[in-house]
């Protein structure tokens, strides 16, 4: 792992969260705020990001209540927020399901749920937000991750195969983004690490989260893209291994066999 350094003031910026009413989420909401952000949360629960609202009290956070889960909640709040703000810089999804539930236990509907928020409302939010950013020359998105499918556990099966999705549907995302024309829209996976939320009752508490998502969202032009941050630090992957085939070709070339 390796440390990059941030540039990106925040002052002003407009911030989208999602997941904002609780958790990491709200801890993410409070820090950006206090940094002089506005940040629009969205949220199932209205009663929670109002909360959240009153506690971070300096007027920079807006609420859009909506389900993740239904393609025309997130159309709503993106429509709001370029309604209201006529942009977004920096987008954050943090919304996730985690039921705790055997594979078989778990019915086809209930599975194909936790994929929907997890991934696909994702990938929604990334399609409506990702065009104006490139129109604007700036933006970032960042995906928060986990390293759950690297070392599954029991009862987590559709949790862990939303986030090996996510890494790779970043990654993916990222490499459609010309790095010569838009040097400044950066598209990276976020490892909050483990947190005490409804999820868990274990790990840190969710404030300690944001001094790493701060740094990766202020992230400069031509900086890392594409790539893994666990919490501040850029994970370095090994490249993938090539296969039979290729390690044949490989050799051919070297002894001059290749056509």
């Known amino acids: 792992m390796t440390s990059i350094q941030s540039s990106v003031p925040l002052a002003n910026k407009i911030v989208v969260i999602t997941g904002a009413g609780s958790g990491v989420g709200r801890g993410l909401a409070e820090g950006f705020c206090r940094d002089g952000a506005t940040v629009v949360g969205f949220g199932?629960?209205?009663a929670d990001l109002e909360a959240a609202a009153?506690?971070?009290g300096n007027g920079r956070m807006h609420c859009v209540a909506g389900d993740l889960a239904r393609p025309a909640d997130i159309e709503r709040l993106f429509a709001e927020v370029n309604a209201r703000f006529g942009?977004?810089?920096i987008l954050i999804n943090n919304a996730a399901l985690y039921p705790k539930v055997p594979f078989l236990a778990a019915s086809p509907e209930?599975?194909?749920?936790?994929?929907?928020v997890n991934v696909i409302a994702m990938a929604h939010c990334c399609r409506i937000a990702l065009p104006g950013m490139l129109e604007r020359g700036f933006g970032r998105v960042l995906n928060v991750g986990s390293f759950a499918h690297r070392g599954p556990i029991p009862?987590?099966?559709a949790y862990s195969a939303s986030k090996a999705a996510v890494s790779v549907l970043?990654?993916?995302i990222a490499l459609e983004v010309d790095r010569v024309r838009y040097p400044d829209v950066l598209v990276n996976e976020f490892l909050p690490g483990v947190t005490r939320t409804r999820m868990s009752d274990q790990g840190a508490d969710p404030a300690e989260v944001y001094p790493h998502a701060k740094h990766v969202a202020t992230l400069p032009a031509n900086g890392p893209h594409g790539v893994i941050f666990d919490r501040s630090e850029l994970v370095l992957e090994n490249p993938p291994r090539r296969g039979v085939r290729g390690m044949a070709g490989a050799l051919a070339r070297r002894l001059g066999l290749s056509r």
């Open 87 to 89: 942009r977004i810089d």
């Open 155 to 157: 009862s987590s099966s």
């Open 110 to 116: 209930e599975w194909a749920q936790v994929l929907q």
């Open 54 to 56: 009153r506690q971070i």
């Open 44 to 46: 199932r629960t209205a």
């Open 170 to 172: 970043t990654k993916c």
